[in-house]
């Protein structure tokens, strides 16, 4: 694992709920958004191009179920998980007590983002090919650099959890 030098400048400053609360402000807010345009651009280029690319409809299948699944992660985190964190970090427990609390949770949000990564990499070279063989298609083009800037933004957002927020809240690492 990288150290924690290798975050923005201001995160490893932070305690554990000022991270949580700067994630949920800052990239499940952008990832929110950025899933609501992306699932407008697959339904308009559904009714803007007469024939669609044989892959399209892999993509937007693949998308819709991605889309459902990482909405359900976000809200997760934002009403269960980082809740009760919160919570038992102002009611006094331990750094010992959380973890042995959270260690489950936690193990099925590190799976998870693995399997959101895994995705995201394979919806976007669908995007990308898509785009290729269409680049005068404009919906098409701004389909794909959506997707990299979700993506890009979804290693950011994972990273910051799976090696600094969560190996800090199982007691693994300490805070800066
Ligand atoms: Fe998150
Ligand atoms: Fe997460």
């Known amino acids: 694992m990288d150290t924690e030098a290798d975050f923005p400048v201001d995160l490893p400053a932070m305690n554990n709920v000022q991270l949580m609360r ?3 402000f800052t990239h499940h807010e952008f990832t929110r958004n950025i899933m609501d345009e992306i699932t407008e651009l697959i339904r308009s280029t559904k009714t803007a191009l007469p024939e669609l690319p044989a892959d399209f409809n892999t993509l937007a299948d693949l ?23 919160e919570e038992s970090t102002a009611a006094g427990k331990t750094p010992d007590e959380i973890a042995r609390h959270y260690s489950g949770a936690i193990k099925q949000m590190l799976l998870e983002h693995q399997h959101h990564e895994d995705e995201i ?6 995007a990308e ?26 290693v950011e957002h994972m990273r910051i959890e799976t090696e600094m927020l969560f190996p800090r809240i199982l007691n693994k690492i300490k805070p800066s």
């Open 22 to 24: 700067y994630l949920v």
């Open 63 to 85: 998308w819709s179920g991605y889309h459902k699944e990482m909405r359900q992660h976000l809200t997760d985190e934002e009403r269960i998980l980082f809740p009760w964190i």
């Open 121 to 126: 990499k394979e919806i976007r070279k669908i």
């Open 129 to 154: 090919s898509l785009s290729a063989q269409g680049s005068h298609i404009p919906v098409l083009a701004l389909l794909s650099y959506k997707l990299r800037q979700l993506a890009s933004d979804i």
